[in-house]
């Protein structure tokens, strides 16, 4: 089944802790990219990359890093988490960049 | 800053009516438009695009884009509380922009 996965799919962590949240899609997609949805902000994109060992910033990148180092694959970091971070994260990827895009089921995570 | 700007909602209407959703872009460059459909505690899927100017008729949604007035929306025909849901419009500006979303509540 095609699809891209996410996890966790819920964390609750404390500030300043390290976290990695996965993000893997079994379509051979070139293209993936990390949003997070917050209340009456709608999605908004943190990292795109275009392809492998291609990255790039999106508009609320502050406070995260990413990596692509395998096609399928594309890590969310947040070194330093702060409640700020809040938030409800999607992963997502297509076949290009303004192809469909196929969402993970998202990883809700609370920083306290 | 490229904006993509819909009314948040909520939208209400009855079963069988036609639910209009409106989004208005600043991007006069933009030519690939995109609504998702995002159900209560899901992910967003794709049901339209549209590149061109006039409409785009799939099934019970239309999708219109007026490019000279920067406006992109989507009329549900036929509305059933399964369409229930917000309804997010994403639009090509180098990158993809979504707006914020509309609620729609269709009620039996």
């Known amino acids: 089944e095609a699809q891209v996965t996410q996890n966790p799919r819920y964390l609750i962590t404390v500030t300043g802790k390290k976290l990695t949240v996965t993000c893997s899609q079994n379509?051979?997609?070139?293209?993936m990219s990390w949003y997070r949805q917050d209340p009456g902000l709608g999605l908004r994109q943190i990292y795109y990359?275009?392809?492998?060992?291609?990255?790039d910033k999106g508009d609320v990148p502050e406070g995260y890093k990413v990596s692509r180092k395998e096609k399928r694959n594309f890590p969310l970091i947040l070194e330093s988490p702060s409640p700020n971070q809040t938030s409800l994260y999607f992963c997502?990827?297509?076949?290009?960049?303004?192809?469909?895009?196929?969402f993970g089921p998202g990883t809700r995570l609370t920083v306290t | 800053q490229k904006e993509v700007e819909q009314n948040s909602g909520p939208l209400s209407v009855p079963e069988g009516a036609i639910a209009s959703l409106n989004c208005t872009y600043s991007?006069?460059?933009?030519?690939?438009f995109f609504w998702y459909r995002q159900y209560s505690g899901k992910s967003p899927e794709l049901i339209m695009f549209?590149?061109?100017?006039g409409d785009k008729e799939d099934g019970r949604f239309t999708a219109q884009l007026n490019k000279a007035s920067q406006y992109v929306s989507l009329l549900i025909r036929d509305s059933q509380p399964s369409d229930s849901a917000t309804y997010l419009c994403?639009?090509?500006?180098?990158?993809?922009?979504f707006g914020q979303g509309t609620e729609l509540s269709v009620k039996p």
């Open positions: 997502a990827s297509s076949l290009q960049l303004l192809w469909e895009q196929y």
């Open positions: 379509m051979n997609h070139e293209y």
């Open positions: 990359s275009m392809n492998v060992e291609v990255t």
């Open positions: 991007d006069r460059g933009s030519q690939s």
């Open positions: 549209i590149y061109s100017n």
């Open positions: 994403a639009v090509e500006g180098g990158k993809l922009i």
